[in-house]
């Protein structure tokens, strides 16, 4: 079977699988945009701007501390690592015990399967993030927004209760646009990885408790530091390099894709 074939498979069984769900997850990103506006009703500012939403949903949390004591959980931060999982982890699983069982036997190449399977996930990532900053973008402009990419330390000290003295246009669009998309691509090969080694579930737990932990530490070993914007700026003591976590998420993603084939080729299915 062509991989062509095998795409244009994966594409459309995938979607179908994912239909309610995506429709669940940009229920999810709609309404923290109603909960932003509802927060900024409180602060003293002539106008929010798109920056403000996209620092919102992709601040992340600011490097922990047990001297403060107070460190509310990232919400939007976890809630769109689950989304991710969800979307991600459970259809490979499921087609190579189910249906697709016998699509993989007819494929006669592994590596093809794989190759599909991982086309597929890159396409279900972006489309989901496709989506949601078309929401942020539409829901800024229906909303009035200022629709540049400046920022109000207001609204930040309102949602995070610190103050940052400078976020630069650059940290927003790459840790808050381009960062996470690539986060989400190589912890979505990571996660089917280990679906197929073990099963969906344990795959699912795995990956959520490494974003949990992240959370806690700083060390670069939790990749999902890079992405977060509080941690990225100088007020953050612990200043992630860009191009560092860029460079590292690809060396992941290489790696990730050759332990899959490893464990896509010790599939016996007949």
Same mark, same amino acid.
């Given at each position: 079977?062509?991989? #062509?074939? !095998?795409?244009?498979?994966? !594409?459309?069984?995938?979607? #179908?699988?994912?239909?309610?769900?995506?429709?669940?997850?940009?229920? =999810?990103? @709609?309404?923290?945009?109603?909960?932003?506006?509802?927060?900024?009703?409180?602060? *003293?500012?002539?106008?929010?701007?798109? $920056?403000?939403?996209?620092?919102?949903?992709?601040?992340?949390?600011?490097? =922990?501390? %047990?001297?403060?004591?107070?460190?509310?959980?990232?919400?939007?931060?976890? $809630?769109? *690592?689950?989304?991710?999982?969800?979307?991600?982890?459970?259809? +490979?699983?499921?087609?190579?015990?189910?249906? $697709?069982? *016998?699509?993989?036997?007819?494929?006669?190449?592994?590596?093809?399967?794989?190759?599909?399977?991982?086309?597929?996930? /890159?396409?279900?990532?972006?489309?989901?993030?496709?989506?949601?900053? %078309?929401?942020?973008?539409?829901? #800024?402009?229906?909303?009035?927004?200022?629709?540049?990419?400046?920022? &109000?330390?207001?609204?930040?000290?309102?949602?995070?209760?610190?103050? /940052?003295?400078?976020?630069?246009?650059? %940290?927003?669009?790459?840790?808050?646009?381009?960062? +996470?998309?690539?986060?989400?691509?190589?912890?979505? @090969?990571? &996660?089917?990885?280990?679906?197929?080694?073990?099963? #969906?579930?344990?795959?699912? @737990?795995?990956?959520?408790?490494?974003?949990?932990?992240?959370?806690?530490? %700083?060390?670069?070993?939790? @990749?999902?530091?890079?992405?977060?914007?509080?941690?990225?700026?100088?007020?953050?003591?612990?200043?992630?390099?860009? !191009?560092?976590? =860029?460079?590292?998420?690809?060396?992941?993603?290489?790696?990730?894709?050759?332990?899959?084939?490893?464990?896509?080729?010790?599939? *016996?299915?007949?």
């Amino acid at each position: 079977m062509k991989i #062509a074939r !095998l795409i244009k498979y994966d !594409l459309k069984c995938g979607f #179908a699988y994912n239909r309610i769900k995506l429709v669940i997850a940009l229920g =999810f990103i @709609l309404a923290n945009c109603v909960y932003f506006n509802m927060i900024i009703e409180g602060v *003293q500012i002539d106008n929010a701007s798109l $920056g403000d939403l996209i620092i919102y949903f992709f601040k992340g949390e600011a490097v =922990f501390s %047990t001297k403060t004591g107070n460190f509310p959980i990232p919400i939007i931060y976890l $809630g769109f *690592q689950i989304i991710v999982s969800i979307l991600i982890g459970y259809y +490979p699983y499921d087609d190579i015990n189910g249906y $697709g069982k *016998q699509i993989f036997i007819r494929c006669q190449d592994k590596r093809k399967w794989l190759n599909s399977k991982v086309t597929w996930s /890159i396409s279900t990532v972006l489309f989901f993030y496709l989506c949601t900053f %078309t929401i942020l973008f539409l829901f #800024a402009s229906i909303s009035g927004f200022d629709m540049s990419l400046g920022y &109000h330390k207001e609204i930040i000290w309102e949602t995070n209760n610190i103050e /940052i003295p400078n976020i630069e246009a650059c %940290t927003i669009i790459f840790n808050g646009i381009l960062m +996470p998309i690539v986060y989400s691509i190589v912890i979505s @090969l990571i &996660h089917i990885c280990i679906s197929l080694g073990t099963n #969906a579930i344990i795959g699912f @737990l795995t990956i959520m408790i490494y974003d949990f932990v992240a959370i806690f530490f %700083t060390n670069k070993f939790f @990749l999902s530091n890079y992405i977060m914007i509080l941690r990225n700026t100088e007020y953050s003591a612990v200043k992630y390099n860009k !191009l560092e976590g =860029f460079i590292t998420l690809i060396i992941v993603y290489i790696v990730a894709l050759l332990i899959g084939r490893l464990i896509i080729n010790k599939k *016996q299915l007949i």
